[in-house]
C-alpha cells in the first residue's frame, strides 16, 4: 500500500535521514585497501546505536549485518565478511537507519584505490543518474517519467539498467508502496503525489542487466560479472518541490571521483 505522510512524520524521517548521513560519513573515511567490509559494518552498526537508532536492514526477514555490502560484480544485499578491499574494487554500501517510528535509506558506491576510468565512468554514469531520476520526482508527474529518465540516461552512454530490482516507498516500514523501477514509459505508474516519501534507486551494470541471486539466498550479482554500481537517496514529494531526505554530503567530504 502506498501510505502518505504529513509534515511532521516526513520531519521524523529527515531525522532519521541525518543519522544515516552521518553514518555513512563514518563508514566513507575507512573505505581504502585492506580493510575488510565486516569492520566497515561494525563501525556503522555503532554508530547507529550511539544516536540513539537501529540499523533498518539488519533481522530484516533474517538479513544478517547493518550494511548491506557490494563489491565489484554484486548489484545489492552482498554480506559482509572477511574479504578485505583491494585496490581497483568498487564497493557499494547501501544503510538504513530506523528512528522514531521512522525509515530512511540510501546508498553509494565507491572506488577503491586506484580503479580504471572505465569502471569510474560507470560510477558517476549511475550517480548522476540518480538525480536525473528525481528531477523528474515533481508532484503531479508518475513513477514512469522519473523511470524514464533513468533508463534512457544510462542507456544512452551505453550502460545497462537491472529490471528485477527496484526502489520503493517507506516510511513506517523499510518498504511500502509503490515500486520505483529505473526503467519504463511516461506517464506510466502511480500519480506522484503530496506526501508521497520514495527510494530512488538506480543499479546499472557495466556488462548485461542478467543478474543470478547466490546459494545463500540474498546476495545478488550480474551474471556475465562485470561490475555494478548503485546509489540512492530517499526524498519526499511537496506540491512546490522535491525534498532530499538523505544526504551524501559527509561521504563527499572525503571521496571525490
Not at 580504471?116 to 528525481?134: A, D, Q, R, W
Request: aromatic fraction near 10%; include cysteine.
Amino acid at each position: 500500500m502506498i501510505f502518505y505522510k504529513t509534515e511532521e512524520e516526513i520531519q521524523k524521517i529527515r531525522e532519521s535521514a541525518e543519522i544515516l548521513a552521518k553514518a555513512h560519513g563514518e563508514v566513507a573515511r575507512l573505505i581504502k585497501p585492506g580493510i575488510k567490509t565486516k569492520d566497515l559494518d561494525k563501525v556503522a552498526e555503532e554508530f547507529i546505536a550511539d544516536h540513539g537508532a537501529t540499523g533498518s536492514f539488519k533481522g530484516y526477514n533474517g538479513f544478517p549485518a547493518t550494511l548491506c555490502i557490494s563489491v565489484n560484480e554484486v548489484v545489492v544485499h552482498g554480506f559482509p565478511s572477511d574479504y578485505e578491499l583491494k585496490d581497483g574494487d568498487i564497493i557499494s554500501v547501501d544503510c538504513g537507519v530506523f528512528y522514531q517510528g521512522f525509515h530512511s535509506d540510501s546508498a553509494y558506491t565507491y572506488p577503491v584505490g586506484d580503479t580504471s576510468p572505465e569502471i569510474l565512468s560507470l560510477l558517476k554514469t549511475t550517480k548522476e543518474s540518480l538525480y536525473v531520476g528525481i528531477e523528474e520526482a515533481k508532484f503531479g508527474n508518475r513513477i514512469g517519467d522519473l523511470a524514464f529518465a533513468i533508463q534512457k540516461y544510462v542507456e544512452d552512454r551505453g550502460y545497462t539498467v537491472v529490471r528485477e530490482l527496484v526502489g520503493h516507498g517507506l516510511g513506517r516500514s523499510l518498504h511500502e508502496g509503490p515500486e520505483v523501477p529505473n526503467y519504463g514509459k511516461r506517464g506510466r505508474g502511480p500519480k506522484l503525489n503530496e506526501g508521497l516519501v520514495i527510494a530512488i534507486e538506480p543499479m546499472i551494470n557495466l556488462g548485461t542487466r542478467n543478474i543470478v541471486q547466490e546459494s545463500d539466498g540474498w546476495t545478488i550479482r550480474t551474471r556475465d560479472k562485470k561490475p555494478s554500481a548503485h546509489f540512492e537517496h530517499t526524498v519526499a514529494i511537496f506540491k512546490d518541490r522535491t525534498e532530499i531526505l538523505t544526504s551524501h554530503k559527509y561521504i563527499e567530504e572525503v571521496v571525490k571521483f
